[in-house]
Nanobody, 116 residues
């Protein structure tokens, strides 16, 4: 089992910044995929930024140049620095961990609201 604890969401004005954190604990494998997804009201959950194979970074086109994903392996923590936030970034942001032993876990989600 893997537990994911997210923090850092909140309310911010357009153009502002937020930093999300996700700390994993439990049965964690060194080679894993870990990253951030989001779900806006009435829409499907989409990926935002992820590490694949532990080192390859991918960003959704909608956040390229504005969001930065990073990780601290010693702390089993992944961060999402979000700059130049837009109202359309408003969503519940979820952290996800998956590994090549079949593990696939989600955090509880953290709300990000960007006002215009």
């Amino acid at each position: 089992q893997v537990q994911l604890v997210e923090s850092g969401g909140g309310l911010v004005q357009a153009g502002g910044s937020l930093r999300l954190s996700c700390t994993a604990s439990g049965r964690i494998f060194s080679i894993n995929d870990m990253g951030w997804y989001r779900q806006a009201p009435g829409k499907q959950r989409d990926w935002v930024a992820v590490f694949t194979n532990g080192i390859i970074i991918k960003y959704a086109d909608s956040v390229k140049g504005r969001f930065t994903i990073s990780r601290d392996n010693a702390k089993n923590t992944v961060y999402l620095q979000m700059n130049s936030l837009k109202p359309e970034d408003t969503a519940v942001y979820y952290c996800r961990y998956s590994d090549y032993e079949g593990g696939d876990y989600w955090g509880q989600g953290t709300q990000v609201t960007v006002s215009s």
